[in-house]
T-cell receptor
Framework: DVKVTQSSRYLVKRTGEKVFLECVQD?????MFWYRQDPGLGLRLIYF???????EKGDIPEGYSVSREKKERFSLILESASTNQTSMYLC??????????????FGEGSWLTVV | AQTVTQSQPEMSVQEAETVTLSCTYD???????LFWYKQPPSRQMILVIR??????QNATENRFSVNFQKAAKSFSLKISDSQLGDAAMYFC???????????FGQGTRLTINP
């Protein structure tokens, strides 16, 4: 079974702190994603990576950065956390076959509260 | 940009009954993929069903089936013989061909009444 593991399920951080959310997948997937999930808004893509050291901005990249130094690991960084970044963050991965339609596998989510 | 709309924030159904969740999308593309994902409480989101836009036949996976109306840009999910384990948030999602990433709707929370 594919496993996408997010290292922290629940975090509470202070405004202005630098926050790291870590994600690891064990299926040698090329693609990795960070989504943010908010009630009434669904999931919105923050960043997407299709290869090591490659990244692409999603729909809401402001205030976030990412790092992918190894194929299995994709980190989301909040440079200076703000209260409007309180949310659930979902990491996901998928294989790349060129034409799309592949299943995306999700982690359990990280609940971040910024106070 | 493509958008996906789920107009039913919440739905409920009696156990063993049938329920239909609605989804509409906006696109100018002719080739794409549509998905329904299920997010059970405190558990990982999983794929329920997938539809390729070039296929006229509606996808089916056991008790789950879709009604894909390409001209109307509608993609509803029908759950037959609802079970307590079907209680979850359901998300409709769109993928442009080759895009490798999904656009999600707002979600519908489904409650199953015993």
């Amino acid at each position: 079974d594919v496993k996408v593991t997010q290292s922290s399920r629940y975090l509470v951080k202070r405004t202005g702190e630098k926050v790291f959310l870590e994600c690891v997948q064990d299926m040698d997937h090329e693609n990795m994603f960070w989504y943010r999930q908010d009630p009434g808004l669904g999931l919105r893509l923050i960043y997407f990576s299709y290869d090591v050291k490659m990244k692409e901005k999603g729909d809401i990249p402001e205030g976030y950065s990412v790092s992918r130094e190894k194929k299995e690991r994709f980190s989301l960084i909040l440079e200076s956390a703000s209260t409007n970044q309180t949310s659930m963050y979902l990491c996901a991965s998928s294989s790349y076959r060129g034409f799309g339609g592949d299943t995306i596998y999700f982690g359990e989510g990280s609940w971040l509260t910024v106070v | 940009a493509q958008t996906v709309t789920q107009s039913q924030p919440e739905m409920s159904v009696q156990e063993a009954e049938t329920v239909t969740l609605s989804c509409t999308y906006d696109t100018s593309e002719s080739d794409y993929y549509l998905f329904w994902y299920k997010q059970p409480p405190s558990r990982q989101m999983i794929l329920v069903i997938r539809q390729e836009a070039y296929k006229q036949q509606n996808a089916t996976e056991n008790r789950f089936s879709v009604n894909f109306q390409k001209a109307a840009k509608s993609f509803s999910l029908k759950i037959s013989d609802s079970q307590l384990g079907d209680a979850a948030m359901y998300f409709c999602a769109y993928e442009s061909q080759g895009a490798q990433k999904l656009v999600f709707g707002q979600g519908t929370r489904l409650t199953i009444n015993p």
